[in-house]
């Protein structure tokens, strides 16, 4: 990391990611098993290229928490808050409700006039529906713990030791490039880079000192 600042500069670091990729396994070292590789995430200036990346809810969330059925539509939606912080949203009267909102009021009347707010049948707070059909997902945080490692068995396995998998790639190249930029990667190792970036249609630059690296590339 030392070194990158060098290159980049400090204020250019945006992220320490945590990329869980192996199962909890016993101590035979003396030392605590090693789990996870890092991924140090750097901008080379203020207007680097931002794409939101979404992960599938787990197991149970939908059901949990999308549990409300809207009568109209038929769709299910969860019911979230309309308030914010006193000192942080503005204080004012709505519907004879006296609160610190989210939302101005030329909203809160659109909301409700376009069927998305939920009255509790006890309660005078209206909340807001947030359609489950209308959710691309649980938003990607910097602890990655739903890409496994490569397979032996898997088809993408080039049997090169350092080889990440292609769904590690792919999201790092989706969240920081747009079709038709230039990605690089010049510790190619396996490959893997250029080859999601093929698919995924990016032009590429790869290099490696190794020549079982250029081999496997």
Request: hydrophobic fraction near 35%.
């Amino acid at each position: 990391k030392l070194v990158v600042d060098e290159v980049f500069g400090v204020s250019r670091f945006l992220n320490h990611i945590t990329w869980k990729r192996s199962t909890p396994r016993g101590n035979a070292r003396r030392r605590y098993p090693e789990l996870a590789d890092f991924i140090l995430f750097y901008s080379k200036g203020d207007a680097n290229i931002w794409n939101d990346q979404y992960t599938d809810y787990r197991d149970g969330y939908v059901d949990k928490y999308y549990s409300y059925k809207d009568e109209p539509t038929g769709k299910m939606f969860q019911p979230t808050s309309l308030l914010g912080h006193v000192g942080v949203n503005p204080v004012y009267e709505w519907r004879g409700i006296t609160k610190p909102w989210r939302y101005p009021k030329h909203r809160l009347e659109e909301l409700d006039r376009d069927g998305k707010l939920y009255w509790p049948e006890r309660g005078e707070v209206p909340r807001l529906k947030r359609f489950l059909d209308e959710q691309k997902g649980v938003p990607i945080q910097s602890l990655w713990d739903d890409i496994p490692p490569v397979n032996s068995q898997a088809i993408e396995d080039t049997k090169y030791a350092t080889q990440k998998p292609e769904a590690l790639l792919e999201r790092i190249i989706k969240a920081s490039s747009n079709e038709g930029d230039l990605v690089a990667d010049f510790f190619c190792g396996s490959g893997t880079m250029a080859a999601v970036a093929e698919r995924l249609g990016r032009k590429w630059i790869v290099s490696d000192l190794g020549k079982f690296a250029i081999h496997t590339t």
